[in-house]
């Protein structure tokens, strides 16, 4: 069962995924564990500017962070993205439900227009 978020967890879940070096920090965390010296490395910004995105990540809880002696490294939590992933397949089965009825209800005066008219009957 999928633990249920307050509005504030969603919020900074989406906020955190809205950057696009966020989203690759994500991504390179999944694959492995990694430093956050070696994180800065793969950007083109400075170590605090990456800093920064990890904290906002870790805020989220889409990353954790541990110590291993003067390094910190850094983890994705799939737990949380697959919460993030359920939140949204919840939004798209309740659009395409919507967009389902929609179709529907647009067929319906097609189905009547296909439907030969009868000829009066004459006493």
Excluded: C, N
Aim: neutral net charge.
């Amino acid at each position: 069962m999928v633990e249920q978020q307050s509005d504030a967890d969603i919020d900074r879940v989406f906020h955190a995924l809205a950057d696009a070096t966020r989203r690759d920090i994500v991504r390179r965390t999944l694959v492995s564990e990694q430093s956050v010296t070696q994180l800065a490395a793969a950007y083109a910004m400075s170590f605090a500017a990456v800093s920064k995105h990890i904290a906002v990540l870790a805020e989220a809880r889409l990353i954790t962070k541990r110590p291993e002696g003067r390094v910190r490294l850094v983890r994705a939590d799939p737990a949380e993205l697959a919460r993030a992933q359920h939140l949204l397949r919840s939004y798209e089965d309740l659009w395409r439900g919507r967009v389902d009825r929609l179709d529907a209800l647009l067929a319906e005066p097609e189905a009547a227009a296909s439907i030969p008219p009868t000829e009066p009957t004459h006493p």
